[in-house]
């Protein structure tokens, strides 16, 4: 009976630990700021790049520098220099593995009961996908299955403990143009187009109709964002050989319920793949990829408007309602941005000098 009080109260005082930890960590969270936004200049890739001064670079750990030539009123061609600042820039010999170093702590989050929102936004062929899905190899992997791992590897303790049920969730769903399908969808159901539904009591919004499965560990949802990602829209420009032409949502939802005293946290973790901003005179795009490249932009303008005025209101410039509403892009994402959801933005750019126009416009 003694070693049973004894057990109680430890578990108590385990209980008590955890609630600190957790306010702790969404304290130092909060500092940070609740939208966060990080620069990535990718490496030089093609050969006109490679002897060249880059455009683009890190000055320093918060700061990104744009050298544009400009030709004055009276001819004189004169080097113009801009600066930039973030919470976080990477320069282009960054690896995935210092990227990542910044982000995990938003995983904890999730499994906090928060909503957490990673997205990667950027001109076409600015390394955005190579970001979050990575490359071929181990040292390359990105934000989405370092994530995936980390997720598993934080629940494990969870799993084995007696009192605790964690359970994990996922879709996939693409916005393309201004129709969301589901890539898990069966083929009978694949060119299906759903609909944002969002909950008038607690703001959740979800996918309507959209698949949602129940995966137990990290290489069974890694296989299944795989099944599903093969299904994206992508397409060749003048830019971008294998130019994603939607944007691409993860969505995991984490439950950890204690079965001792019955409370349930409840988070989403939605990783975000956008499409990206272009100019169709430059990336030569015409007829359906010209009405692609439209639908991409307004999506991107209609995200911007939301997280400024998010931030004007957070500084107390302004009052305004935030306009969630004004694009499927932005309503998929009202549960994410805003409110006590932590979102970090990776604004994605090229060092090229030919880009320095898109990379200013981005930036």
Known sequence: EELEERVKQLEVLLRSEQLERRRMHNQVLNLKGQIRVFCRIRPPLLAHEMGEEPAALKKDPFTAEVARMQTTVDGQQRLERRQFGFDAVFGSSSSQEEVFMEVQDLVRSSIDGYNVTILCYGQTGAGKTYTMYGGSCNEQRGIVPRTVEALFTMLQPLIGANNSMPTVRANLVELYKNDLFDLLAPPERRGT???????????????????ERRVESSNELLRLLEEGADRRHVASTEMNADSSRSHLFLTISVEVRDTDTGTVLFG???????????????????????????????????????????????CGKATGQVPYRNHKLTQLLSDGIGGSAKTLMFVNVSPARSEVEETLNSL
């Not at 187009?193 to 698949?211: F, K, P, S």
């Open 268 to 314: 989403k973790l939605r990783l975000c793949d956008l499409a990206g901003s272009e100019r169709p005179k430059k990336s030569g795009v015409v007829g359906d990829l010209m009405r692609e490249a439209i639908e991409i932009n307004k999506a991107l303008t209609a995200l911007g408007d939301v997280i400024e005025t998010l931030q004007r209101n957070e």
């Open 193 to 211: 187009r759903l609909d944002v539904r969002r909950d008038t009591r607690t703001g959740e919004a979800t996918v309507d109709g959209a698949i």
